[in-house]
């Protein structure tokens, strides 16, 4: 199973940027479809973004869909997530994680989720 860490949170101004990164311990990232959840407080879990494995899918949720670019480099086992004009509704805890399928893109895989990073958009 592949172990991800999550980093590059941090207190920004609204409409300001940030870019998070995920990194992941195995070789065998590169074979997984990609995604970045978030998780405001007193609120579920949701889905943001996703990559395949090739980077040649991409999907946004709506509410971020023209600010995020979710991107991936399989030689570093790392994804991206390119945040600009952020806004105060951006602020949760922001995890990465494999998704179920291409289908299912807005699905983990799995339910073992790592610390995150914490993204804080003040207004």
């Known amino acids: 199973q592949v172990q991800l860490v999550e980093s590059g949170g941090g207190l920004i101004q609204s409409g300001g940027s940030l870019r998070l990164s995920c990194k992941g311990s195995?070789?065998?990232?590169?074979?997984?479809?990609m995604g970045w959840f978030r998780q405001a407080l007193g609120k579920e879990r949701e889905f943001v973004a996703s990559i395949a494995w090739s980077s040649t899918s991409k999907y946004y949720a709506d509410s971020v869909k023209g600010r995020f670019t979710i991107s991936r480099d399989n030689a570093k086992n790392t994804m991206y997530l390119q945040m600009d004009s952020l806004k105060p509704e951006d602020t949760a805890v922001y995890y990465c994680n494999a998704v179920r399928s291409l289908t299912d893109y807005y699905l983990p895989l799995s339910e073992a989720w790592g610390q995150g990073t914490l993204v804080t958009v003040s207004s």
């Open positions: 195995s070789r065998t990232f590169r074979n997984y479809a």
